[in-house]
Nanobody, 122 residues
Framework: QVQLVESGGGLVQAGGSLRLSCAAS????????MYWFRQAPGKEREFVAG????????LYADSVKGRFTISRDNAKNTLYLQMNSLKPEDTAVYYC???????????????WGQGTQVTVSS
């Protein structure tokens, strides 16, 4: 079965950086568009970033544009999210997701990971 396992979350001070990883198995990773979503306490889940299967196209939420970078290594079946200049409002559980369709911000992907907590202190 499809498994998406996130790692790299933790506690960081405002202005700091974290790099999230998502290890994928049970799917032809190179055929899938990949995503990062996040959900803060008491808020709805929101799109953060997406990347096409060849990494030629990337999408970002306005709130993270210029600070976060999504990337993928198809040889390692791994998705990444480099997060710089972190703010307290970035605090959330971050989820990796996969879908065969071309990446768009409004998509609800077919497959999801369990999430990793990111906490940014002020």
């Amino acid at each position: 079965q499809v498994q998406l396992v996130e790692s790299g979350g933790g506690l960081v001070q405002a202005g700091g950086s974290l790099r999230l990883s998502c290890a994928a198995s049970g799917l032809a990773f190179r055929n899938y568009a990949m995503y990062w979503f996040r959900q803060a306490p008491g808020k709805e889940r929101e799109f953060v970033a997406g990347i096409s299967w060849r990494a030629g196209d990337t999408l970002y939420a306005d709130s993270v544009k210029g600070r976060f970078t999504i990337s993928r290594d198809n040889a390692k079946n791994t998705l990444y999210l480099q997060m710089n200049s972190l703010k307290p409002e970035d605090t959330a559980v971050y989820y990796c997701a996969a879908d065969l369709r071309a990446p768009i911000a409004t998509i609800t992907p077919a497959y999801w990971g369990q999430g990793t907590q990111v906490t940014v202190s002020s």
